[in-house]
């Protein structure tokens, strides 16, 4: 990848603008070519999830959840013998000993015999969130489009910012400090609300757009891609409202990506012309099968 430098139409210069993102991208630049093959940490736990943060440049972590989400769903076909989790202060694991028409009795891991109906029961269930390469890369991509962007270093500015606003509005609206700690409250509320979380679903966005870049450059069918997210909407049950949230709805970003496919698939297409393979992986890598993780 080589940065080169554009200038101005009319003056034959580099505006102010253009020279901030030319810094921005050499700053993307060097950290993608000091990125190792290993430069991923994959965490066991149970929520599909992952992230790059400043703080660890150049490593995208990565939550077990991404690969298989542990949970209890309701029960099908139970039976004398079954292992079933029970509500009774939260769910408890229990084993079926015995059935009367809809109700049955299980016993506790202390001894203890309860009876509970189907309601009242759940079984443990693994799902399985990434189903191919394609969805794969999907959410590497993501994660890399923000190292591109620059999104780490942007949010940790936006935070300083914040924060400076914050004191010059304390100085000016309460020289004596009398509402210092109400108004600190509100001004934290008002900069998260009102400045970090619109600023950081943009950047969601944006990384959306790039990831699908990234998939198309390296080989992988951005139409397939698409897919992880539309899966990533049936593992949510978070539905917290949007305006309180770090990232932009789940519906929102799948008719995103679908606007962009159309640039992606040309980069793909071309990608597929040079026929020059999977070149983003490891060269060691034989593809994404069951139980990798």
Not at 67 to 93: C, I, M, N, S, T
Not at 107 to 136: C, F, Y
Not at 181 to 210: H, K, N, Q, S
Not at 234 to 256: C, L, M, N, V
Request: net charge negative; proline share 4%.
């Amino acid at each position: 990848m080589w940065i080169t430098r554009r200038v101005d139409g009319e003056s034959g210069e580099a505006t102010r603008s253009q020279e901030k993102d030319l810094e921005t991208l050499q700053r993307a630049q060097k950290r993608l070519q000091g990125w190792s093959d290993h430069g991923f940490l994959v965490v066991d736990v149970n929520t599909p999830n992952a992230f790059v943060t400043p703080m660890l440049p150049r490593m995208v972590f990565v939550h077990r959840g991404i690969f298989w989400v542990d949970g209890l769903a309701r029960p099908e076909g139970l039976q004398v013998g079954k292992e079933v989790y029970v509500r009774r202060d939260g769910w408890q694991r229990a084993k079926l000993v015995s059935q009367h028409q809809d109700q049955w009795a299980a016993i506790l891991g202390d001894s203890e015999t309860v009876t509970v109906g189907p309601e009242d029961m759940r079984v443990r269930e693994r799902r399985q969130l990434v189903e191919n390469d394609e969805q794969l890369a999907m959410l590497l991509g993501h994660e890399l489009a923000h190292a591109v962007h620059d999104h780490g270093y942007e949010s940790l500015g936006i935070w300083t910012t914040a924060y400076s606003l914050e004191l010059v509005l304390l100085s000016i609206l309460d020289p004596s400090g009398m509402f210092i700690f109400l108004l600190e409250l509100a001004a934290g509320a008002i900069a998260r609300y009102a400045f970090v979380l619109p600023l950081g679903r943009c950047d969601e966005m944006e990384a959306d757009a790039t990831g699908l870049q990234i998939c198309a450059r390296a080989g992988y069918d951005p139409r397939l891609a698409t897919e992880f997210m539309e899966r990533f909407a049936s593992f949510q049950d978070d539905r917290s409202p949007t305006w309180a949230s770090t990232h932009p709805s789940t519906e929102g970003r799948i008719k995103a990506l679908k606007d962009a496919e159309a640039d992606a698939i040309k980069c793909f297409q071309e990608h597929q012309a040079l026929s020059v393979g999977h070149g983003w992986w490891p060269s060691n890598y034989k593809g994404f099968k069951d139980g990798d993780v």
